[in-house]
């Protein structure tokens, strides 16, 4: 069993019914797994506005938040101890997606100097405030606009893992 199905099915009998509107996204790498739930958009009449609905969204998002932290912090615990990775939480309401905990890490590369220069012209224009923060804008970039080549790498990764795991064991 790959590693992602064990968590994803670990948390899908582990989060208690009701918690979230429906089975929660999951998504893991070699430090954190990431949950992010949906929880029910609260009902406002037909004629409010956008900044009423946004304002409602959040405030939804709170209550959701509180109500939930002592049995989230619970199985993330519990997950914490079991997978070896940090849990984070976050939850989707309506067209808002908001992130309670996330790991930051850092990551070190090293770039020949045309890559450099790319990265300083992010900071000598203002885009960003370090290399660090332009790198970082530059991985969202990529990941904002090529999307579908990433989950065709994600797709043809999954069927290496299941080729191996069908093969011969040593």
């Known amino acids: ?13 582990r989060i208690p019914d009701g918690l979230y509107d429906g089975a929660p996204e999951i998504t893991s790498d070699r ?6 739930g949906t929880i029910a958009e609260p009902q406002l009449g037909d004629d409010a506005s956008p900044d009423a609905a ?3 969204r959040s405030g939804r998002i709170n209550q959701h938040r509180e109500d939930t932290r ?9 997950a914490e101890t079991r997978f070896g990775k940090k849990i984070s939480w976050g939850v989707r309401c309506g067209e808002d ?19 450099r220069q790319v990265l300083d012209r ?6 960003a405030k370090s ?5 970082a804008w530059c991985v969202r970039l990529v990941g ?10 994600k797709d043809a990764l999954s069927r290496v893992e299941e080729v191996r795991a069908s093969g011969p064991t040593l």
């Open 1 to 13: 069993m790959a590693v992602e199905d064990e968590i994803a099915g670990w948390f899908a009998g």
């Open 31 to 36: 430090e954190e797994v990431l949950i992010i």
């Open 54 to 56: 946004a304002a409602a």
């Open 70 to 78: 002592r049995e989230r912090m619970k199985i993330a615990s519990e």
């Open 97 to 115: 997606r908001v992130l309670f905990t996330n790991l930051s890490m850092p990551v070190m590369t090293r770039l020949r100097m045309p890559e």
């Open 122 to 127: 992010l900071v000598d224009a203002g885009v």
């Open 131 to 135: 290399r660090s923060h332009a790198l």
């Open 144 to 153: 904002q606009n090529q999307q579908e080549w990433l989950d065709n790498l």
